[in-house]
T-cell receptor
């Protein structure tokens, strides 16, 4: 079975720009969660999607938004980038909202 | 607030020795899950072990085992026969029935040859 893949691996953006990060979930997993991991910190929950609907959200502003597609792919969109958005963004998929997460390798976003 | 605390920022252990990583958590939920994840330099978070709070028996996975003390809200990870490939960041996490994981700040473990 294929694992969770994320693209791109690294990304550099300028403050104020918009960015889209992509994730391909493990086959059969209908739940995807996104986490932000700042340098030296543990991951923080952004939101979760289950069967293409948002199923929970952490303490992140509305400029963080997401989409989940029927083909097990998903996107994280961030508008009006700020310097503090610089972090590793992790995508994780699971069979259902409560089952163990399988993580991808992350996208390292740098905002200058 | 739900929190997870890892009080050991860094640890080291000699190859083949045993090491224990500490974790405490706080939750008001009666049913929840606890996890240990490993994050090597490749950045991918890998599930090491999972514990269901309603199970009193401590989880084990080969060389990895936990000491789950529910009343004390403590969840430590023991790695036996440490190997060089165990070198990584280790994160403790809770899932208090809300589908979102709450992670600690991690412990950097270095296994010495």
């Amino acid at each position: 079975e294929t694992g969770v893949t994320q693209s791109p691996t690294h990304l550099i953006k300028t403050r104020g720009q918009q960015v889209t990060l992509r994730c391909s979930s493990q086959s059969g997993h209908n739940t995807v969660s996104w986490y932000q991991q700042a340098l030296g910190q543990g991951p923080q929950f952004i939101f979760q999607y289950y069967r293409e609907e948002e199923n929970g959200r952490g303490n992140f502003p509305p400029r963080f938004s997401g989409l989940q597609f029927p083909n097990y792919s998903s996107e994280l969109n961030v508008n009006a980038l700020e310097l503090d958005d610089s972090a590793l963004y992790l995508c994780a998929s699971s069979w259902s909202p409560g089952s163990p997460l399988h993580f991808g390798n992350g996208t390292r976003l740098t905002v200058t | 607030a739900q929190t997870v605390t890892q009080s050991q920022p860094e640890m080291s252990v000699q190859e083949a020795e045993t090491v224990t990583l500490s974790c405490t958590y706080d939750t008001s939920e009666s049913n929840y899950y606890l996890f240990w994840y490993k994050q090597p330099p490749s950045r991918q978070m890998i599930l090491v072990i999972r514990q269901e709070a309603y199970k009193q028996q401590n989880a084990t996975e080969n060389r990895f085992s936990v000491n789950f003390q529910k009343a004390a809200k403590s969840f430590s990870l023991k790695i036996s026969d440490s190997q060089l490939g165990d070198t990584a960041m280790y994160f403790c996490a809770s899932e208090p029935g809300t589908y979102k994981y709450i992670f600690g700040t991690g412990t950097r473990l270095k296994v010495l040859a």
